[in-house]
Protein backbone atom coordinates (compact mmCIF):
# COMPACT_ATOMS: atom_id res chain seq x y z
CA UNK A 1 0.00 0.00 0.00
CA UNK A 2 1.25 3.77 -0.83
CA UNK A 3 -0.16 4.78 2.34
CA UNK A 4 -1.59 8.21 2.52
CA UNK A 5 -0.57 10.48 -0.25
CA UNK A 6 -0.37 14.57 -0.03
CA UNK A 7 -0.35 17.19 -2.87
CA UNK A 8 1.81 19.04 -3.15
CA UNK A 9 4.06 18.84 -0.50
CA UNK A 10 5.09 22.46 -0.53
CA UNK A 11 3.46 25.35 -1.36
CA UNK A 12 4.32 29.31 -1.54
CA UNK A 13 1.93 31.83 -2.63
CA UNK A 14 0.56 35.37 -1.69
CA UNK A 15 -1.41 36.77 0.76
CA UNK A 16 -4.81 36.45 -0.83
CA UNK A 17 -4.66 33.78 -2.76
CA UNK A 18 -7.07 30.58 -2.89
CA UNK A 19 -5.07 27.31 -1.64
CA UNK A 20 -6.05 23.39 -2.39
CA UNK A 21 -4.06 20.82 -0.44
CA UNK A 22 -5.14 17.52 -1.93
CA UNK A 23 -5.53 13.80 -0.07
CA UNK A 24 -5.79 10.52 -0.78
CA UNK A 25 -6.54 8.04 2.19
CA UNK A 26 -5.31 4.69 2.23
CA UNK A 27 -7.77 2.32 0.48
CA UNK A 28 -10.29 0.95 2.54
CA UNK A 29 -10.30 3.11 5.40
CA UNK A 30 -13.79 4.59 6.81
CA UNK A 31 -12.36 8.16 8.20
CA UNK A 32 -9.95 11.23 6.59
CA UNK A 33 -8.87 13.54 8.84
CA UNK A 34 -7.57 16.99 8.19
CA UNK A 35 -4.98 18.33 11.18
CA UNK A 36 -2.49 21.50 11.52
CA UNK A 37 0.68 21.44 12.27
CA UNK A 38 2.88 24.79 13.91
CA UNK A 39 5.40 24.85 16.62
CA UNK A 40 3.09 26.70 19.08
CA UNK A 41 -0.19 25.27 18.90
CA UNK A 42 1.60 21.58 18.28
CA UNK A 43 -1.37 19.48 16.30
CA UNK A 44 -4.24 20.46 15.34
CA UNK A 45 -7.44 18.76 14.57
CA UNK A 46 -9.43 20.44 11.28
CA UNK A 47 -12.35 18.48 10.42
CA UNK A 48 -13.29 15.11 10.09
CA UNK A 49 -14.98 12.84 7.37
CA UNK A 50 -16.52 9.57 8.31
CA UNK A 51 -17.61 7.45 5.36
CA UNK A 52 -17.31 10.77 3.51
CA UNK A 53 -19.18 13.01 5.45
CA UNK A 54 -17.87 15.50 7.77
CA UNK A 55 -18.54 14.43 11.43
CA UNK A 56 -16.61 17.20 13.26
CA UNK A 57 -15.43 20.45 11.73
CA UNK A 58 -15.03 22.61 15.07
CA UNK A 59 -11.65 22.84 14.70
CA UNK A 60 -11.74 24.91 11.49
CA UNK A 61 -10.53 28.69 12.38
CA UNK A 62 -12.94 30.30 10.30
CA UNK A 63 -14.63 30.47 7.36
CA UNK A 64 -11.86 31.04 4.84
CA UNK A 65 -11.49 27.29 5.32
CA UNK A 66 -13.12 24.58 3.59
CA UNK A 67 -12.95 20.77 3.17
CA UNK A 68 -14.62 18.15 0.99
CA UNK A 69 -14.98 14.62 0.33
CA UNK A 70 -16.55 13.94 -2.67
CA UNK A 71 -15.68 9.96 -2.86
CA UNK A 72 -14.07 7.32 -0.71
CA UNK A 73 -10.29 8.22 -2.70
CA UNK A 74 -10.20 12.24 -2.40
CA UNK A 75 -10.46 15.02 -0.18
CA UNK A 76 -9.30 18.53 -0.23
CA UNK A 77 -8.53 21.12 1.97
CA UNK A 78 -9.02 24.77 0.43
CA UNK A 79 -7.87 28.26 2.32
CA UNK A 80 -9.76 31.14 0.55
CA UNK A 81 -8.16 33.57 0.81
CA UNK A 82 -4.91 32.59 2.32
CA UNK A 83 -3.55 34.95 5.09
CA UNK A 84 0.40 34.98 6.72
CA UNK A 85 -0.52 33.45 9.70
CA UNK A 86 -2.23 30.31 7.72
CA UNK A 87 1.46 29.40 7.11
CA UNK A 88 1.44 25.95 9.31
CA UNK A 89 2.23 21.76 7.96
CA UNK A 90 -0.90 20.43 7.31
CA UNK A 91 -1.17 16.72 7.49
CA UNK A 92 -4.06 14.43 5.81
CA UNK A 93 -4.02 11.02 8.32
CA UNK A 94 -6.99 8.12 7.34
CA UNK A 95 -7.99 5.07 9.75
CA UNK A 96 -10.18 1.86 9.54
CA UNK A 97 -13.24 2.74 11.00
CA UNK A 98 -15.55 5.28 12.94
CA UNK A 99 -12.30 7.42 13.90
CA UNK A 100 -10.89 6.25 17.37
CA UNK A 101 -8.73 3.82 15.39
CA UNK A 102 -4.97 4.08 14.62
CA UNK A 103 -4.36 6.95 12.24
CA UNK A 104 -1.52 6.83 9.90
CA UNK A 105 -0.28 10.48 8.55
CA UNK A 106 0.82 11.38 5.02
CA UNK A 107 3.67 13.35 4.91
CA UNK A 108 2.35 16.88 4.94
CA UNK A 109 1.76 19.79 3.08
CA UNK A 110 4.47 23.10 3.64
CA UNK A 111 2.26 25.80 3.28
CA UNK A 112 4.24 29.34 3.04
CA UNK A 113 1.89 32.52 2.96
CA UNK A 114 4.09 35.17 2.44
CA UNK B 1 -7.46 22.38 31.01
CA UNK B 2 -6.11 20.71 27.13
CA UNK B 3 -7.18 17.21 26.83
CA UNK B 4 -3.81 16.26 26.96
CA UNK B 5 -0.49 17.84 28.28
CA UNK B 6 3.30 16.84 27.11
CA UNK B 7 6.37 18.93 27.89
CA UNK B 8 7.74 19.90 25.10
CA UNK B 9 11.49 19.91 26.16
CA UNK B 10 13.88 19.09 24.10
CA UNK B 11 15.60 16.34 25.45
CA UNK B 12 18.94 15.60 24.75
CA UNK B 13 20.32 12.34 26.17
CA UNK B 14 23.57 10.40 25.43
CA UNK B 15 23.57 7.09 23.20
CA UNK B 16 22.32 4.52 25.61
CA UNK B 17 20.48 6.19 27.91
CA UNK B 18 16.90 5.24 29.13
CA UNK B 19 14.55 7.84 27.82
CA UNK B 20 11.53 8.47 30.09
CA UNK B 21 8.76 10.69 28.14
CA UNK B 22 5.28 11.41 29.53
CA UNK B 23 1.62 13.13 29.48
CA UNK B 24 -0.83 13.31 31.24
CA UNK B 25 -4.88 13.39 30.05
CA UNK B 26 -8.10 14.78 32.19
CA UNK B 27 -10.30 13.10 31.02
CA UNK B 28 -10.68 9.35 33.24
CA UNK B 29 -12.79 7.91 30.17
CA UNK B 30 -10.05 7.86 27.66
CA UNK B 31 -9.63 4.02 27.45
CA UNK B 32 -6.91 3.83 24.32
CA UNK B 33 -3.33 5.96 24.10
CA UNK B 34 -1.10 5.74 21.53
CA UNK B 35 2.66 7.26 20.94
CA UNK B 36 3.97 8.64 17.55
CA UNK B 37 7.14 9.15 16.13
CA UNK B 38 7.49 12.15 14.07
CA UNK B 39 10.68 12.60 12.14
CA UNK B 40 11.83 16.47 11.17
CA UNK B 41 9.84 16.96 7.81
CA UNK B 42 7.76 13.64 8.09
CA UNK B 43 4.33 12.77 9.40
CA UNK B 44 4.11 11.24 12.66
CA UNK B 45 3.68 7.59 12.61
CA UNK B 46 2.26 4.94 15.01
CA UNK B 47 4.91 3.74 17.72
CA UNK B 48 2.41 1.98 20.46
CA UNK B 49 -1.30 1.35 20.70
CA UNK B 50 -2.49 0.31 24.74
CA UNK B 51 -5.83 -0.32 25.75
CA UNK B 52 -6.85 0.74 29.34
CA UNK B 53 -4.23 0.09 32.49
CA UNK B 54 -0.57 -1.50 32.57
CA UNK B 55 2.40 -2.13 30.37
CA UNK B 56 3.07 -2.73 26.66
CA UNK B 57 6.65 -3.34 25.33
CA UNK B 58 8.01 -3.84 22.04
CA UNK B 59 11.46 -4.23 21.30
CA UNK B 60 13.26 -1.31 22.91
CA UNK B 61 9.86 0.44 23.67
CA UNK B 62 7.53 0.55 26.91
CA UNK B 63 4.26 1.98 26.65
CA UNK B 64 2.85 2.59 30.18
CA UNK B 65 -0.71 3.99 31.58
CA UNK B 66 -1.56 4.87 35.26
CA UNK B 67 -4.91 5.60 34.95
CA UNK B 68 -5.31 6.04 38.82
CA UNK B 69 -3.27 9.11 38.29
CA UNK B 70 -3.81 9.99 34.47
CA UNK B 71 -0.27 9.72 33.43
CA UNK B 72 1.26 8.12 30.16
CA UNK B 73 4.56 7.54 29.14
CA UNK B 74 6.86 5.90 26.75
CA UNK B 75 10.18 4.34 27.76
CA UNK B 76 13.43 4.08 25.55
CA UNK B 77 15.74 1.56 26.62
CA UNK B 78 19.61 1.52 25.08
CA UNK B 79 18.37 4.85 22.91
CA UNK B 80 20.13 5.12 19.79
CA UNK B 81 20.45 8.10 17.62
CA UNK B 82 17.83 7.11 15.14
CA UNK B 83 15.57 7.51 18.17
CA UNK B 84 16.02 11.32 17.80
CA UNK B 85 12.57 12.24 16.59
CA UNK B 86 9.37 14.48 18.29
CA UNK B 87 7.32 12.03 20.22
CA UNK B 88 3.12 12.73 20.31
CA UNK B 89 1.09 10.84 23.27
CA UNK B 90 -2.08 10.96 22.12
CA UNK B 91 -5.70 9.71 23.29
CA UNK B 92 -8.89 8.92 22.00
CA UNK B 93 -12.71 9.75 23.72
CA UNK B 94 -14.95 10.73 20.48
CA UNK B 95 -12.32 11.89 18.77
CA UNK B 96 -8.78 12.17 18.70
CA UNK B 97 -6.47 14.56 21.22
CA UNK B 98 -2.73 14.76 20.42
CA UNK B 99 -0.09 16.54 23.18
CA UNK B 100 2.03 18.57 21.53
CA UNK B 101 5.06 16.93 21.39
CA UNK B 102 8.62 16.47 23.32
CA UNK B 103 11.97 16.74 20.86
CA UNK B 104 14.44 14.19 21.66
CA UNK B 105 18.08 13.77 20.98
CA UNK B 106 20.16 11.01 21.48
CA UNK B 107 23.96 11.77 21.07
CA UNK B 108 26.26 9.35 19.23
Known amino acids: DAGVIQSPRHEVTEMGQEVTLRCKPI?????LFWYRQTMMRGLELLIY????????DSGMPEDRFSAKMPNASFSTLKIQPSEPRDSAVYFCASSFGSGEDEQYFGPGTRLTVT | QKEVEQDPGPLSVPEGAIVSLNCTYSNSAFQYFMWYRQYSRKGPELLMY????GNKEDGRFTAQVDKSSKYISLFIRDSQPSDSATYLCATTGNQFYFGTGTSLTVIP
Open chain 1, 49 to 56: FNNNVPID
Open chain 1, 27 to 31: SGHNS
Open chain 2, 50 to 53: TYSS
